[in-house]
Each structure stands twice: as structure tokens, then as C-alpha cells.
């Protein structure tokens, strides 16, 4: 089941999602392997970096909502108990500045690497 909503997730992925998965495939350069729409646990994340344990969620308004919050704060804690860091972008913030937030994710990445 997850892996077929995987499928669906990665051929309909949004405009800010398709736009940072340019910039983190490139980050393959720096020794970082990202997936998209990757099965783990009971949830799909949008990007998963499994050496660097971080999962990048883009997320719409609908997050913002009292529902979405607490789906949110349910899917990050099992994320974190399983050991893995969550960053968080809003969709807008992907589309203004998707060099800033990559930038931002491949510092923390490099982080990982001297940790």
C-alpha cells in the first residue's frame, strides 16, 4: 500500500517539490543520496536521506491547519524516535528561495558528515 501511494506521490508531486528534488539529486556531488516519495515506516517522506538520517518535508497550507499540525507532530515524532531529523519548508518558501533552502540542507548534511 505505501509503496503504491509512493508511486502516485512521486508522478503527481507539486511544483515546490519537483523544483528541490533538482537541487538535492545534486547534492549526489557531495556524497548525499536522496529519494523522493520514499516508503518508511507508515509514512512516505518526501525526501529521505537514509546515511545522513533526514527526512525533508515541502509542505502546502493544508499543514498549517489544527489537523495537519497534529499529523505533522505524530509523523515527526515517530521520524525522530526512529532517528531520524525532520526539516521542514513551506511550499512558498521552495518556490522564492530553492537555493537557500538547499543551501540550508546540504550545511546540515555536512553537519552529519563531522558529527
Given at each position: 500500500m505505501a509503496n503504491e501511494r509512493a508511486r502516485y506521490?512521486?508522478?503527481n508531486q507539486t511544483d515546490a517539490e519537483r523544483k528541490l528534488w533538482v537541487h538535492l539529486r545534486?547534492?549526489?556531488?557531495d556524497g548525499f543520496h536522496f529519494r523522493r516519495?520514499?516508503?518508511i515506516g507508515p509514512y512516505v517522506?518526501?525526501?529521505l536521506c537514509y546515511s545522513a538520517r533526514i527526512v525533508v518535508?515541502?509542505?502546502g497550507s493544508q499543514h498549517g491547519a489544527?489537523?495537519?499540525l497534529?499529523?505533522?507532530e505524530k509523523r515527526d515524532a515517530w521520524f525522530e524516535a526512529n532517528?531520524?531529523?525532520v526539516l521542514r519548508y513551506w511550499n512558498d518558501d521552495v518556490r522564492k528561495n530553492v537555493e537557500g533552502v538547499a543551501e540550508t540542507i546540504l550545511s546540515l548534511l555536512n553537519e552529519t558528515k563531522t558529527s
Open positions: 506521490l512521486r508522478r545534486e547534492m549526489k556531488h516519495q520514499c516508503p517522506a518526501d525526501f518535508e515541502v509542505d489544527e489537523a495537519g497534529a499529523h505533522d532517528g531520524y531529523r
